[in-house]
């Protein structure tokens, strides 16, 4: 099966949604907490959600917090991908998803890594992955339902997939 030769960013669901309650663009960039040019780069796909932008989405929009930040996620990876893995703004946006504070918190990854591009060797690395579309297409869906523990999701169920896949991927 290929896969398209297209991304949509989650301003594409913002918008329509946004239509269908007839909520003005101003109202819910006010509801974000952000400016108008803020709230337009993140329809535009230029700005990444924050976990307090989901949950204000959710709020204002409907569905739920994980279902923005996955939204997001799903974004990022086709961005990757159409981009070629080597897309540097394809990558630092991959980073920017990535807990690596926590990563290195329970020693995942080194606490001394500071240059991007050797941070995402070792995420990568961590991950057992090679490239980010591998990444994607190992962990970017089918995370929730992978048997995780209670403990290990209740502790992370709010920060989207990245830090769902990296507690996954740690074994608890």
């Not at 946006?93 to 991007?116: C, E, F, H, N, Q």
């Not at 995370?143 to 990296?166: E, F, N, P, Q, T």
Request: aromatic share 8%.
């Amino acid at each position: 099966m290929s896969e398209p030769n297209w991304s949509s960013p989650p301003g594409d669901t913002i918008l329509r949604l946004m239509d269908n309650k007839e909520m003005d663009a101003s109202e819910l960039a006010d509801a974000l907490g952000l400016s108008d040019h803020e709230f337009n780069n993140l329809v535009a796909g230029e700005r990444r959600l924050t976990e307090e932008n989901a949950k204000a989405l959710a709020e204002n929009l409907g569905s739920t917090a994980r279902f923005w930040l996955s939204r997001d996620a799903a974004y990022v990876l086709d961005m990757a991908r159409l981009d070629g893995q080597n897309s540097p703004n394809a990558e630092v946006s991959w980073l920017d998803s990535m807990p690596t504070s926590s990563m290195r918190k329970y020693g995942w990854v080194s606490k001394g890594i500071r240059a991007k591009d050797k941070l995402k060797d070792e995420i990568l690395k961590f991950f057992g992955c090679s490239t980010l579309q591998e990444w994607g297409q190992r962990y970017s869906s089918g995370i929730r339902s992978s048997g995780l523990s209670h403990v290990c999701y209740s502790r992370i169920r709010r920060h989207g997939d990245a830090r769902l896949a990296a507690c996954r991927r740690a074994g608890d």
